[in-house]
């Protein structure tokens, strides 16, 4: 059994991630830290997990644990590192964008390794710090990774994604609010989202002198969880080349799926995988993808590394799903 510390207990992505630890076969939660909740059941505020755990928050943390998630803010994991010291033996999984560019990922003595397994699984393995992929940067890096690979991005990507209501985190907005958000949609953030620069960079490691720009608009949807993905690009090949390239590409990924037949957001809900479906028009080259982006986009996949970077199996503790209905 190893030891796990949670730093900021609160949100949705610490709530997935407190119930897909208290399931894993082989860890412990040693803490789970919030200042605002200290001293509070877990369950009083993840109310999903009564009649689970007797958990409380900390305000006290172990920097002995074997395994650091940081489920804050945006930019607040960099000030906590900064005043919080860890064992150089506790491995460090960020679910923040603080380290997930390139100029971002050496601080203070580590390194983070950009963790998404489908591209650094071998560098994920060897690694002490993660910086956990964005929900929209998994779904649409999934999306293109193996056109980038073989040297296929050779116009724009025409990229709408829609995601859930939880991908805008606990905090209420007058975009979050029910009486908004119901009935409703909208678009934010059209060519600027910040996933963009984790995307790129991505794409252009494996592709360095790739022709095409990633042209994204992100849109809200009225549904809790999940982010629907539709990609287009010029492709020269046939959609059976275009599937045989992609299922090689995939074919030793624990959880990206390449299917035959067209796909919907409730087949990933809940779960951990990435489901891709491919159709050819003319000379465009559509791929859709759906992953849920509280798991595989968040605490799902900040498991899978974990897992990998413990030499665990790597779809430990993460096969649960219910039926979709």
């Known amino acids: 059994m190893i030891d796990v510390g949670i730093i900021g207990g609160a949100g949705y992505t610490a709530g997935e991630l407190i119930r897909l630890l208290l399931n894993h076969p082989k860890t412990n939660i040693d803490f789970i830290y919030s200042t605002s909740n200290a001293g509070n059941k877990v369950h009083k505020v993840h109310q999903d997990l009564v009649g689970s755990t007797d958990l409380e928050f900390s305000s006290m943390i172990n920097p002995e644990v074997d395994v650091l998630f940081l489920c804050l803010g945006h930019g ?6 900064e005043s919080h010291k860890f064992s150089s033996q506790t491995k460090i999984i960020d679910l923040s964008n603080d380290f997930r560019l390139e100029k971002d990922r050496d601080f203070k003595g580590m390194h983070f390794v950009y963790g998404l397994p ?3 699984k071998h560098a994920i393995q060897k690694a002490n710090s993660i910086a956990n992929p964005g929900c929209f940067a998994t779904g649409i890096q ?3 990774l193996p056109l980038a690979a073989h040297q296929l991005l050779k116009s724009d990507v025409h990229v709408n994604a829609v995601t859930g209501a939880t991908g805008a985190g606990t905090s209420l907005s007058d975009t979050t609010h029910f009486s908004w958000r119901d009935n409703n949609f909208s678009h934010y ?6 996933h963009l620069g984790e995307i790129n960079e991505s794409l252009f490691a494996l592709h360095k ?3 095409s720009e990633v042209i994204l608009v992100p849109n809200r949807g009225n549904f809790s969880r999940g982010i629907f993905t539709t990609a287009y690009t010029d492709f ?3 959609l059976n080349e275009a599937k045989d390239l992609y299922k090689t590409y995939y074919k030793d990924a624990a959880f990206t799926i390449v299917s035959d037949e067209e796909i919907h957001l409730k087949q990933v809900v809940n779960t951990n995988k990435c489901i891709l479906h491919l159709y050819k028009h003319n000379t465009k080259l559509l791929i859709t993808s759906v992953v849920d982006n509280l798991l595989k986009g968040a605490s799902g996949q900040a498991i899978q590394n974990m897992n990998l970077m413990l030499g665990f ?9 219910a039926n979709y209905f």
């Open 76 to 81: 607040n994991s960099k000030a906590f590192l």
């Open 118 to 120: 489908e591209l650094n």
């Open 142 to 144: 999934l999306a293109l």
């Open 189 to 194: 953030k059209a060519f600027s989202h910040q």
């Open 209 to 211: 002198d790739a022709l």
């Open 236 to 238: 020269d090949g046939s």
């Open 313 to 321: 199996e790597e779809t430990e503790g993460l096969l649960l799903k």
